[in-house]
């Protein structure tokens, strides 16, 4: 199964805006894809609730996996928005 650590980049950690946007881009990935945080169990990166009690703070590491046809580019694609800073988007 296709594996990534990303750091988080939001200097607010993964919260409401983040993870909102990153739940509805787990939702159009054509495979089912999990976080993880801290050797916990993973959860769906479907569910916003489940996301957010991650608790994942700036510089955090969290494991997306995914299996099946596009999991590469499924992981990539929410690797990138992980770790971009959302919080400085919102100053500039």
């Not at 787990?26 to 009690?53: E, F, H, N």
């Not at 990539?76 to 928005?81: G, N, P």
Request: overall charge negative; aromatic content about 2%; glycine content about 8%.
């Amino acid at each position: 199964m296709p594996q990534r650590v990303v750091t988080i980049g939001s200097r607010s950690g993964l919260h409401a805006r983040p993870a909102t946007a990153f739940v509805q881009t787990a939702a159009r990935q054509p495979v089912k894809v999990t976080i993880a945080r801290d050797g916990r169990d993973p959860v769906d990166a479907r569910s916003l609730l489940s996301v957010l009690a991650l608790g994942a703070a700036h510089g955090d590491s969290v494991v997306l996996a995914a299996e099946g046809d596009g999991a590469e580019a499924a992981l990539e694609e929410l690797a990138v928005l992980l770790t971009r800073d959302h919080d400085a988007q919102k100053e500039g």
